[in-house]
């Protein structure tokens, strides 16, 4: 089965930084995109960032780009959000997520298989 763990969330000022993880089992990272996506009081839920297991291949939301990166160490099977320079608007629930399609290029939330339990991240102006 398929298993994915979200950890790193919590409380920051505006203008600092949080290291979110994911730790995947039951994957094989050559044969899924992860990601990870968050969703604020209200709102909808939203793509932040994706990496292709393939190739390393990444996006971001226009809303994250030159502030936020994502990462994998494929030996621990995890996956990482460094998140820098963050905002209040960026407060929300983040979650990981995964698509068993290696050449999957998008963040829409409805295209993912698997699912994890989010983390909050809450920052403070």
């Known amino acids: 089965d398929v298993q994915l763990q979200a950890s790193g969330g919590g409380l920051v000022q505006a203008g600092g930084s949080l290291r979110l993880s994911c730790a995947a089992s039951?994957?094989?990272?050559?044969?899924?995109?992860i990601g990870w996506f968050r969703q604020a009081p209200g709102k909808e839920r939203e793509g932040v960032s994706y990496?292709?297991?393939?190739?390393?291949?990444?996006a971001y939301a226009d809303s994250v780009k030159g502030r936020f990166t994502i990462s994998t160490d494929s030996a621990k099977k995890t996956i990482y959000l460094q998140m820098n320079s963050l905002k209040p608007e960026d407060t929300a629930v983040y979650y990981c997520?995964?698509?068993?399609?290696?050449?999957?290029?998008?963040?829409?939330?409805?295209?993912?298989?698997?699912w994890g339990k989010g983390t909050q991240v809450t920052v403070s102006s």
């Open positions: 997520a995964a698509r068993h399609d290696s050449n999957y290029s998008d963040l829409d939330h409805h295209d993912m298989d698997y």
């Open positions: 990496i292709s297991g393939v190739d390393g291949s990444t």
């Open positions: 039951g994957v094989t990272f050559d044969d899924y995109a």
